[in-house]
């Protein structure tokens, strides 16, 4: 299959906007078996449970079949597909729900967990993937960030997949900080041969809500991937983590955008300490959207304060249109700090 054609889709199950999406160039969207390919992978739930919203749908159909319709050249020898039009007229007629109510409901995202140098898998159906239900725009309104997928998880999640990031996690013990979705842990444990993962956040109601993640990736065994609460500040010993870190001794600890929130910063180095007294030899690497340099650098000072070594990992976000893989916007910098503790180091 053209990896063209694979890349589109890869960015249409991870929901890119479509004025962001790589659309296929002209000589193949007048094709009829091209046609047909794009219905039965993109648009027939037949064949796919785990679609976008219709909404979303209707936006990428739309604007697929003006380009389909630009690419004709003979009109007697080409033509628009009987079953996408079929499927674009079946859309406007259902009866959507309002903006408001959309951004409330979960909707499936599907991200293709290919190593950054990769182009394409043998065929579309075998590229590991993680699925998740994530509520994309729910920000407003709610008190917590943990319902979507972040840009600085899924520019960890890139590093991870190169040789040296996975090296960090196979056959590792892993414990996550501030969770979310879940794309971090559930990487690790799928796609990364992690031997054990302990999901945490803060947010009852996100770690609820992580169980179903793992239950669409086949991981709800807590052999595999353990989750549960974990504030941050409070001491460890004499906790469920103690004991999780005698039954699976933590070998690395990830977070991605947790270092946002100034106030929360102390607590975090405080939890890091605490893990540390656990498990001295422990390797953190935190990825942060540094949106804020000032808040960052706290985080940076606090970690010092602490005796901790920080390293800044040299691994740069390609621009959107350069990646084949995980999609996520680079406009604001990201960055991703490995931590050690002083004392770890010989």
Sequence with gaps: MDPQLLLFRR??????????????PKQLL??????????????NAERNDRLPPERYQLRVLKLLLAKIEQAIEDPEEDEISDELMTHF??????????????????????????????????????????????RRHLISGSLTTGFRTWEAALHLGTYLLTPEGSSLVRGKSIIELGVGTGFL???????????HVTATDGDEGVVEALKENLFLNGLDDEERVLTSVLRWGRGLKGTWVEEDCEAWPYDVVVGADITYDKIAISAL????????DLRPQLKVIISGTVRNAETFETFRHACIRS?????????????????TALFYATAVPLKILMITREEAIT
């Design 89 to 134: 007229s079946s859309l406007i007629s259902t009866a959507l729900p309002p903006e408001a109510t959309a951004v409330q409901q979960k909707t499936f995202v599907t991200f293709s967990c290919l190593p950054p140098s990769a182009r394409d898998a043998d065929e579309p159906g075998e590229e590991p993937t993680v699925t998740l239900l994530e």
């Design 30 to 43: 007048r094709d009829a078996g091209v046609q047909s390919w794009l219905y039965k992978r993109l648009f």
């Design 269 to 276: 180095a405080a939890t890091l300490r605490f893990l540390f």
């Design 185 to 195: 842990s559930i990487l690790c444990a799928k796609q990364l041969e992690a031997k």
């Design 11 to 24: 960015q249409y199950q991870q929901l890119v906007e479509p004025d962001f999406l790589a659309w296929p």
């Design 307 to 323: 005796r901790f070594i920080v390293t800044e990992i040299d691994f740069q976000p390609k621009p959107m249109r350069e990646q």
